[in-house]
């Protein structure tokens, strides 16, 4: 059995195509037995294990080029078996990877084909089976053997860089030679067959400043010292081209952008030699007097600057730090300006950079110098007081008027002006003091009391006489000192408690005094009683020389049924001078007490009432009750009292009118009102009971209760009274009706016209036969009678 690659049906050929196939490795052939190698992979068929056949081919592996572009399937090989006499006998099968889809077998010949485009990148080999078997019985004549097609690389891929576009940085100033970034491309060729997936990297944009290293892709600076502050970012497109570069290969690009990165190699310069600001003198202080800069071509932490100040006027009066968002330094007013002081100051300040970079000194020095002048412009500024507190002193008893000190102030301004002074009354609500406008000195006004105000916190105002908006405030402390005006009153009040088993020089109570007043060498008190009792026989009084003193018995056997309350007048007098003294009562309440001297009970004893027994006690009682209950009922009744229904006689009806604004509809209205009812008045009503009292009315012709008037047979003046009368009391019985002290208004006509009566409303309601054609002869003001009336069709309308 053998394995051809080529068409060749005759035997020489056959050992020539071996030979070739062997030396592309195609097939092997055992040259031990001749017997075909099966391949490692096959499985072992159950035709083999029954009978052990001599085998005359040998599998090793097809190659086909990948990307065919041809019309016609592509010849990958062929397959023949010793077996196969030629006689249509042996049938060839192929499985395996791709097989019927991309690998096709001629089964009579076993040429094999290609019929869709190889991808190697996609897939590099496939695995496929062959057999041979007797296309009747579709029984093996060959053991399964397996075989590989390689797909065979072309260069049809492009190198890509797969992490590109890149960003990279590099310091500036860097030497010759620096590395910046490595870049890398990929070639999905087949590395081991060929150049097709060597690569090789060139710039094509980007020198003089940049290079790239051919076979490692390394980018490195082409130039030494490249300065950011001059061009801070570089755009590089690199290529990177297989078959080692040479003419044919496929390439791919990126751009590789790189950016310089700030080093500390600018000194801060100021912009001008020296900076003049002008501050008005009254800026408060810790603020801004003025901002300077000193420019930094550097970045970020490169370009932070410290600030300081190396010499001045006024030491102390400036201080200067940075603004961190814009490295600025910020002059700051530590202590008050003073035009008429100094007018203007000079400062030298130096600007340092804060980080400086060792490899970089021979660029310095890395500070600058400038000269600032801040000028002081002047304010009008309100009056100073020669001193902020003034303190004084006065008797609580000055007279009014008496002066107790004088407060000074100035107008600090080159203008001197003159001062007024005036008392803020906010701080003398009483007005207990006055100032002198013009020459500041502080007076009573009215008496002083130390005991209610010892002390005056007084704001006294300085105005400028010029500009009256100028004012200055100062402070007067005025002490008021004490007098003695006060006596001494007893420290507390005292319940004083005297056992009836007291005694006699017993101690019942020690009293103190106090006094309002405030000697300078303290209080000393005299205690005494009273001249009235100080010779009594029952109390005495001991000084106790310490400003207390003591009340002791004279006696014992004291009784609350003979006297259950003793008061003893004590004189208290004090040191002062002159010497104030005051009379203070002391209460004793005797009381019965224990063994222990606690008291049990105090005050007059109660007696027991004798006279009026129990029964009439009650009978008292019951009376006062009873009176009681008789006045309620009387006040009940006169509350409930009704007010009469009728009003009084001298109560005009006129006064309670009623307006209704209802306008009617004229002639035309025949809906509004029925005016037959004011006519026929004969129609009798059922009387309803009104729910209070039925008024009699008068009436001055008399006629059965059961029937109604004739009323056109009476007289026109005794129609109207009638017919008044009967709506009367037609009124009073209808519970409907309104109250009696409302006016009603009726509507009635009379019949003694000759004429009889126009109205329209009459009119419709009888069966008059009258003819009103003549009405269209009276002119155009009855022209809507004579539409109505004039004939008979117009009156059928609205009868």
């Not at 040998?58 to 399937?73: A, D, H, R, S």
């Not at 932490?301 to 200067?320: T, V």
């Not at 001494?488 to 101690?507: H, I, S």
């Not at 509350?639 to 209704?660: A, M």
């Amino acid at each position: 059995m053998g394995r051809r690659c080529s068409g060749v049906r005759g035997a020489l050929a056959l050992v020539a195509l071996l030979f070739v196939a062997q030396s592309r490795s195609c097939w092997g052939l055992n040259s031990r037995s001749g017997d075909p190698e099966k391949s490692p992979q096959s499985d072992p068929d159950p035709w083999e294990v029954q009978q052990r056949h001599k085998r005359s081919w040998v599998w090793n592996q097809f190659f086909v080029l990948e990307e065919y572009t041809g019309n016609e399937p592509l010849y990958v090989g062929k397959l023949h078996s010793d077996v196969d006499k030629g006689d249509g006998k042996v049938k060839y099968v192929l499985s395996g990877e791709g097989a019927t889809s991309i690998f096709t077998i001629d089964e009579n010949t076993g040429d094999i084909h290609a019929t869709k485009r190889l991808d190697r990148e996609a897939q590099a080999y496939y695995t496929l089976q062959a057999q041979a078997v007797d296309r009747f019985t579709n029984l093996p004549v060959e053991p399964k053997s397996e075989f590989v097609v390689k797909v065979q690389d072309i260069n049809d891929n492009e190198p890509k860089f797969v992490d590109g576009p890149y960003l990279a940085g590099v310091p500036e100033m860097s030497p010759l030679g620096t590395m910046v970034v490595q870049v890398e491309a990929t070639d999905a060729d087949d590395p081991t067959y060929g150049n097709s997936a060597r690569v090789v990297y060139s710039i094509v944009h980007g020198q003089p400043y940049f290079s790239v290293e051919p076979k490692t892709g390394v980018i490195r600076t082409a130039l030494p010292n490249m300065d950011r502050e001059t061009r801070d970012q570089y755009v590089l497109v690199i290529q990177a081209k297989d078959m080692v570069g040479q003419m044919g290969g496929l390439s791919g690009t990126t751009t590789v952008t790189v950016t310089l990165t700030d080093v500390n190699d600018n000194p801060p310069r100021f912009t001008r030699d020296s900076y003049q600001y002008t501050v008005l003198e009254s800026l408060p202080l810790q603020s801004v007097v003025a901002r300077i800069k000193a420019a930094d071509a550097d970045i970020g932490s490169n370009a932070e600057i410290d600030y300081r100040i190396m010499d001045g006027d006024g030491p102390g009066m400036f201080n200067i730090t940075t603004d961190e968002d814009t490295q600025e330094g910020v002059i700051i007013l530590q202590k008050p300006l003073d035009f008429e002081t100094r007018s203007s100051f000079a400062l030298r300040i130096e600007a340092t950079n804060r980080n400086i970079d060792s490899n970089f000194l021979s660029l310095g020095p890395f500070s600058d110098t400038t000269s600032v002048k801040v000028t002081v412009e002047d304010v009008n500024e309100p009056p100073i007081f020669s001193t902020t507190l003034s303190q004084m002193v006065v008797s609580e008893d000055a007279r009014t008027g008496t002066s107790i000190g004088r407060v000074s102030a100035h107008d600090p301004d080159t203008s001197n002006s003159a001062i007024r002074y005036s008392i803020d009354r906010n701080t003398d609500l009483e007005r207990f003091f006055n100032v002198d406008a013009l020459s500041g000195v502080i007076s009573t006004a009215k008496p002083l009391d130390r005991e209610a105000n010892s002390v005056h916190n007084l704001t006294i105002f300085a105005i400028e006489s010029q500009d009256p908006m100028q004012i200055g405030k100062g402070v007067a402390l005025v002490t008021v000192l004490d007098i003695n005006d006060n006596a001494p009153v007893f420290a507390m009040d005292y319940e004083t408690l005297l056992c009836e088993n007291a005694l006699a020089g017993q101690m019942i109570q020690t009293i103190s005094a106090v006094d309002k007043d405030e000697p300078p060498s303290g209080h000393r008190f005299y205690y005494a009683l009273a001249e009235p009792v100080a010779t009594n026989l029952n109390f005495t009084l001991r000084d106790n020389k310490d400003n207390t003193a003591s009340i002791l018995t004279k006696r014992g056997g004291f009784r609350r049924r003979e006297q259950p309350v003793y008061r003893l007048p004590v004189l208290i007098v004090d040191s002062g001078s002159p010497a104030l003294s005051s009379t203070n009562t002391l209460s004793v309440r005797v009381c019965e007490c224990d063994s222990d001297g606690v008291a049990l009970s105090c005050g007059a004893v109660a007696y027991t009432a004798t006279g009026l027994s129990t029964g009439a006690l009650l009978a008292i009682l019951g009376c006062i009750i009873t009176l009681l209950v008789m006045v309620l009922l009387i006040v009940t009744m006169r509350r409930r009292k009704k007010e009469p229904l009728i009003l009084e006689e001298e109560r005009d009806v006129r006064e309670n009118i009623v307006r209704y604004d209802d306008e009617g509809g004229g002639e035309e209205d025949t809906e509004a009102f029925d005016m037959v009812t004011l006519r026929n008045l004969n129609v009798i009503r059922d009387p309803n009971v009104r729910r209070d009292v039925t008024p009699d009315t008068p009436t001055f012709f008399h006629y059965p209760s059961a029937s109604r008037p004739a009323y056109k047979n009476l007289p026109d003046n005794v129609v109207f009274r009638e017919f008044i009368w009967e709506r009367l009391k037609d009124a009073d019985v209808d519970p409907s009706a309104p109250p009696y002290d409302s006016l009603q208004t009726y509507a009635f006509e009379g019949s003694g016209s000759v004429a009889e009566s126009l109205s329209s409303l009459e009119s419709l309601s009888t069966d008059s036969d009258q003819n009103y054609d003549y009405l269209s002869n009276w002119g155009p003001r009855f022209k809507k009678l004579a539409d109505l009336y004039g004939n008979s069709e117009g009156a059928g309308v609205f009868s």
